[in-house]
C-alpha cells in the first residue's frame, strides 16, 4: 500500500480501544502517520475534517440506523474522488433487511458502487457492513456533452411546372359556348330609370315630366266615346291606370267596344 494512503476512521464511541483499531484496520497495510481518528463522529461538524482529503474511510457504530445520509454526507466531503468508505453496525434483522437502508443513505448522499454487504458476527454481536465508493467526479461538476444535432425533416410540398409533358392541361376559354361569349343585352333606361311607358317620377328633374306635358293632348270625339279603344289597355280601368295624355282622363271606368255611359250631372258644376 501506498505510504500517502491517507485514511480516516470514525466512530459513534467518545473513545476507542487498541484491539478495536487492530481488527478494523487489519489487513489494510495502513501507515499510522497518515491515520486519522474520530470519535463521537455523531457529533461532527461541517467542515471539521480537512476536504478531499481521504482516500479510504472506515465508519462504526454502536446502533443500527445509525449512518444516516447528514453524517455519509459530512464523510464524503472529507474523501477525495474514487475513495472507498466501509460502513459497520449493528444487523437490524437478516442481510437484505440491514443492508438495504445502508444501501439508501449511500446513494442519497451521493456514493456508488455500494455492495450487497455481509453479515460479520463478533463478541459485541451481529455486524453489517457495506462498502461503496466516492464519483470518481467532484459533486456538483459540469460536463460539457456534444449532442448529435437532428436531421432536418424537409417539409413535403406540391409543385406543377409549367411544361409537364404528361399531364394535359384544358383551356378554360374552350369550355366556352359563343352564347356564353355574347354580351347581355341592357335594358334602356332613362334618367328617372322607370324604363319605356312609364309616367315620370313625383320630383322629376330628368325633363320627362315636361316632355310629358308638351305631348299633344287628343281631344275626345263622339266616336271615341261610341266605340272606345285602347292602345295601352289601360284606358278603360280608370284614372288611376291612365298616363296624362289619355282622351280618357276624368271618365268614369268603361268596358273596350262599349258605349260610355255618362251620368245626367256628370257636367253639372259642383256648387
Known amino acids: 500500500m501506498n505510504g500517502t494512503t491517507q485514511t480516516v476512521v470514525l466512530h459513534s464511541a467518545p473513545y476507542l480501544s487498541g484491539s478495536f483499531l487492530e481488527n478494523t484496520l487489519q489487513g489494510q497495510d495502513i501507515n499510522l502517520r497518515q491515520l486519522t481518528i474520530v470519535t463521537g463522529s455523531a457529533s461532527l461538524e461541517p467542515n471539521a475534517l480537512p476536504q478531499q ?3 479510504k474511510a472506515f465508519s462504526s457504530a454502536h446502533s443500527s440506523g445509525y449512518h444516516n445520509t447528514v453524517l455519509l454526507g459530512l464523510i464524503a466531503a472529507a474523501l477525495k474522488p474514487g475513495a472507498a468508505l466501509t460502513l459497520r453496525e ?8 440491514s443492508a438495504a437502508p445502508l444501501k439508501k443513505a449511500l446513494l442519497l448522499a451521493g456514493f456508488v458502487d455500494s ?5 460479520m458476527n463478533t463478541s459485541q454481536g451481529q455486524l453489517i457492513c457495506v ?3 466516492k464519483p470518481q467526479y467532484a459533486v456538483g461538476a459540469k460536463a460539457s456533452i456534444t449532442l448529435k444535432p437532428k436531421a432536418e425533416t424537409k417539409r413535403a410540398s406540391w409543385t406543377l411546372a409549367a411544361d409537364e409533358d404528361d399531364e394535359e392541361l384544358l383551356d378554360e ?4 359556348t359563343e352564347e356564353d361569349r355574347q354580351k347581355p ?3 334602356a333606361m332613362d334618367d328617372c330609370e322607370v324604363g319605356a311607358g312609364k309616367k315620370a317620377c313625383k320630383n322629376c328633374t330628368c325633363g320627362r315630366a315636361d316632355a310629358e306635358a308638351a305631348v299633344q293632348k287628343v281631344d275626345l270625339s263622339q266616336d271615341m266615346l261610341e266605340n272606345p279603344q ?4 289601360s284606358c278603360g280601368l280608370g284614372d288611376a291606370f291612365r298616363c296624362s295624355s289619355c282622351p280618357y282622363r276624368g271618365l268614369p271606368s268603361f268596358e273596350m267596344g262599349k258605349k260610355i255611359e255618362l251620368g245626367s250631372d256628370f257636367l253639372t258644376a259642383d256648387a
Open 230 to 233: 285602347s292602345a295601352c289597355g
Open 115 to 119: 455492495t450487497d454487504g455481509k453479515l
Open 131 to 133: 462498502s461503496a465508493n
Open 90 to 97: 449493528p444487523a437490524s434483522g437478516g442481510l437484505n433487511e
Open 173 to 176: 376559354d374552350e369550355l366556352l
Open 185 to 187: 343585352a341592357v335594358i
Open 53 to 55: 482529503t481521504f482516500d
